[in-house]
């Protein structure tokens, strides 16, 4: 069974722009959740979606938004980035929510 | 307080020996515990869930949880060279909170 896959893996971007990632989950899996992994802050968790709705947000200003398709796919979007928006972005999946979560590679975002 | 604490380390272990990680946390209602491994440039790969006080023991790892004492620990046995990694502790209630993870060094 294919794992976690999320597109790009690398991103460079400019203050200002805006940036959407995809995140596609284990076949089956319902759940996904992104998370924001930095060196100083850790892996911060961003939000969660089960069956296209939005379940947990975690303490991310408006600019960092989500949403999941009905294949549940899922992307996030980061409007008028900042350089601290530098991080690697990372997509799990799980069967249902509240279960055990599987993380994808990463995308890995740099802002200039 | 941090909702999830771990020690930062470095955890430095002889290989072979048992290396212990351990975990607090400060949400009572949480009912979820994970363990993850990350090696460098990669990203976290789930080794073990418990949900019940207790041991759970999978392969060379041991998983304890004591909800009384808000306190999950992983235990390593025979400790290799390859199990040299951060580790990660990750506790749910209504939403999942990671710690700021250990990093082991298993020494040869």
């Known amino acids: 069974k294919a794992g976690v896959t999320q597109t790009p893996r690398y991103l460079i971007k400019t203050r200002g722009q805006q940036v959407t990632l995809s995140c596609s989950p284990i076949?089956?899996?319902?759940?996904v959740s992104w998370y924001q992994q930095t060196p100083g802050q850790g892996l911060q968790f961003l939000f969660e979606?089960?069956?296209?709705?939005?379940?947990n947000k975690g303490n991310f200003p408006g600019r960092f938004s989500g949403r999941q398709f009905s294949n549940s796919r899922s992307e996030m979007n980061v409007s008028t980035l900042e350089l601290g928006d530098s991080a690697l972005y990372l997509c799990?999946?799980?069967?249902?929510?509240?279960?055990?979560?599987?993380f994808g590679p990463g995308t890995r975002l740099t802002v200039l | 307080q941090k909702e999830v604490e771990q020690n930062s380390g470095p955890l430095s272990v002889p290989e072979g020996a048992i290396a212990s990680l351990n975990c607090t946390y400060s949400?009572?209602?949480?009912?979820?515990f994970f363990w993850y491994r990350q090696y460098s440039g990669k990203s976290p790969e789930l080794i073990m869930s418990?949900?019940?006080?207790g041991d759970k023991e999978d392969g060379r790892f041991t998983a304890q949880l004591n909800k009384a004492s808000q306190y999950v620990s992983l235990l390593i046995r025979d400790s290799q060279p390859s199990d040299s990694a951060t580790y990660l502790c990750a506790v749910r209630a209504s939403k999942i909170i990671f710690g700021s993870g250990t990093r082991l060094s298993i020494r040869p």
């Open positions: 076949s089956g899996h319902r759940s």
């Open positions: 949400d009572r209602g949480s009912q979820s």
């Open positions: 979606y089960f069956s296209e709705t939005q379940r």
């Open positions: 418990i949900y019940s006080n």
């Open positions: 799990a999946s799980s069967l249902v929510w509240g279960n055990e979560q599987f």
